[in-house]
């Protein structure tokens, strides 16, 4: 298969994780504000918090502005690919992701790059994966309390984004209302966080809130510099209960299938294809993280991942090699200074990563 398939089944996941945008080329700034009645803060944050998995399908658009080192290579990115270098291609640029639910069991996440498609597909205990450009499929068989209890979407999209952010919300945090808003031919409320420390790169979190169902169809991130560094919009949306052979999924001609087993998390494995090949392990997070400051100005100093990366060293070696080195009394290194997060990778192993300046990881890392 060309790829390393012990690791392709979990690439959706990271992928998901990693979705960030610019905002879309279209906005609604031609669309005469709706008239909704009057909600505070307060009400809309409770909406949120209380808010229930329902069915759901719909197109929303992530792109990137983060900053991040182009990697010759790898212009076109899959979820089927879970290399450096493609997960980075999916943190840059703009991409387009189709998403389906039925609000408990089944899920569905596409990736459309082009005339190609990579999907993740959950139905009860069956779990799919599958890419277009390189014919091939994994499947994994789930325990049947991982095939309960699902979210109300998959993991990336703006209503679970939404979702990790609120869960973040302390007393650093100013949230207000702004104008009403118009998402995906939906009208909206926008509820905007703004930090109270100074010292973050973090200007504001924009979450645009359907007026109806209180499903947010919009996150978007501004950095303090005015840099719109990330925004996951939907472009179209329904709420009305897919078709259920949207779930079902049978290899095409010619698919070439991979079987693997499931590992509870709990387990320290990773889903694998028998017989396992022996694999790096990455440390404790207990044992070899911390975190220097609070709220917004939080930094996470930890082991480099790079030292367990299961990448080519042609793709460690050339984004290093982008990336301009820095010294002090911590040590030396290479810094990505973005607009909305910074990180410093020492020669020593270690990393520093905030939404803060070089300044405030120099200071963590010593």
Request: overall charge negative.
């Amino acid at each position: 298969m060309g790829k390393h398939p012990a690791t392709r089944w979990a690439a959706p996941l990271v992928a998901a994780a990693l979705l960030v945008g610019v905002p879309l080329a279209v906005t609604s700034s031609a669309v005469a504000e709706p008239a909704l009645p009057d909600r505070t803060a307060q009400q809309l944050l409770a909406d949120l918090q209380g808010l229930q998995a329902r069915p759901l399908s719909g197109e929303f658009t992530q792109t990137s502005n983060l900053g991040l080192p182009e990697l010759p290579g790898f212009a076109s990115p899959t979820v089927s690919d879970a290399s450096l270098g493609s997960l980075l291609t999916l943190a840059s640029g703009t991409h387009t992701w189709r998403v389906w639910t039925d609000g408990a069991q089944s899920h569905r996440l596409a990736l459309v790059d082009g005339t190609n498609e990579s999907d993740l597909i959950v139905n009860g205990t069956d779990a799919w994966l599958w890419s277009s450009a390189d014919a091939s499929a994994v499947h994994v068989t789930l325990p049947e309390k991982s095939a309960t209890g699902g979210s109300a979407t998959p993991s990336a999209s703006p209503a679970d984004v939404a979702e990790k952010i609120l869960k973040n919300l302390d007393p650093t945090t100013a949230v207000e209302t702004t104008r009403a808003d118009v998402v995906a031919g939906r009208p909206v409320y926008e509820l905007v966080l703004t930090p109270k420390q100074s010292g973050t790169k973090v200007g504001s979190v924009s979450l645009a809130i359907d007026s109806e169902t209180k499903v947010p169809l919009r996150v978007q991130m501004i950095a303090s510099d005015g840099t719109h560094a990330i925004d996951v919009a939907f472009t179209s949306v329904s709420f009305e209960s897919p078709d259920a052979g949207i779930f079902t999924f049978t290899p095409p001609a010619g698919t070439t299938v991979t079987e693997k087993s499931f590992h509870s998390p709990g387990s320290g494995r990773a889903p694998s294809a028998a017989p396992a090949s022996p694999r790096p392990t990455t440390g404790s997070a207990t044992d070899d993280t911390k975190v220097v400051g609070t709220g917004w100005t939080s930094v996470l100093v930890g082991k480099s991942p790079l030292q367990s990366s299961t990448s080519s060293d042609r793709t460690v070696t050339s984004l290093l090699e982008q990336l301009p080195r820095v010294s002090g009394t911590w040590g030396s290194g290479r810094l990505l200074d973005g607009p909305l997060f910074s990180v410093v990778l020492t020669d020593d192993g270690r990393v520093a990563v905030g939404a803060v300046t070089p300044d405030a990881l120099f200071a963590a890392l010593s």
